[in-house]
């Protein structure tokens, strides 16, 4: 099975509440990612785990946490939705890091905010 | 920093047609460079990659081959099928500082094929 699953597929939020989105993968990656799509824009890395190291972007550090409880799930959470936060994220899952990597991606889930 | 540039951002065509999207890169390194395609309702898939200079890489019937010199990447296939219809993401890889290794997209490219 090589499928990273995402859940919800879409999410409504209010301004100024948490938001908690699930990611998992049953593949044994070590790690995991999650990407920001906007329309019209290119997929942003948010942060990544490797293994149980989260790296996350200078650009978004104060913006989004993360956890990984363990190998198969990762989160991603937003302490106070605002509008700008309403995008479609991305999960995805490698074996390791480099060049020769194949990185495997969920549905997403399509995030609101209102 | 790393960048990715997709000239098309939407591309229509006729079963049978010849298919070009062009993609270009700016990178301070030696990047890895990747095609993913991305169908509805679902996520980008990994499509192929070439890592280093005049490398093709191909499937599926697309290709591309890495130009260094005109830090190029385009895609191509010959003859386009409707179930072709799909986003199309060029991508750079390399190393971002230590052990992390980075996959830097261009906006993407919608691809619709007619019967």
């Known amino acids: 099975d090589t499928t990273v699953k995402q859940n919800p597929r879409y999410k409504l939020a209010r301004v100024g509440k948490p938001v908690n989105l699930i990611c998992s993968q049953t593949?044994?990656?070590?790690?995991m990612y999650w990407y920001q799509k906007k329309p019209n824009q290119a997929p942003k890395l948010l942060l990544f785990y490797y293994d149980k190291i989260l790296n996350r972007e200078a650009d978004t550090f104060e913006k989004f946490q993360s956890s990984r409880p363990n190998n198969s799930f990762c989160s991603l959470y937003i302490g106070s939705a605002g509008l700008e936060y309403s995008a479609m994220y991305l999960c995805?899952?490698?074996?390791?890091?480099?060049?020769?990597?194949?990185?495997?991606f969920g549905k997403g889930t399509r995030l609101t905010v209102v | 920093g790393d960048s990715v540039t997709q000239t098309e951002g939407q591309v229509a065509l006729s079963e049978e047609d010849f298919l070009t999207i062009h993609c270009n890169y700016s990178a301070s390194g030696y990047p890895a460079l990747f095609w993913y395609v991305q169908y509805p309702g679902e996520g980008p898939q990994f499509l192929f990659r070439a890592s280093r200079d005049k490398e093709k890489g191909s499937s599926r019937g697309f290709e591309a081959t890495y130009n260094k010199e005109t830090t190029s990447f385009h895609l191509q296939k010959a003859s386009v099928q409707e179930s072709d219809s799909a986003v199309y993401y060029c991508?750079?890889?390399?190393?971002?500082?230590?052990?992390?290794?980075?996959?830097?997209f261009g906006k993407g490219t919608l691809l619709t094929v007619t019967p």
């Open positions: 995805a899952s490698s074996r390791g890091q480099g060049c020769d990597t194949e990185v495997f």
């Open positions: 991508a750079l890889g390399q190393n971002s500082g230590g052990s992390n290794y980075k996959l830097t």
């Open positions: 593949m044994n990656h070590d790690t």
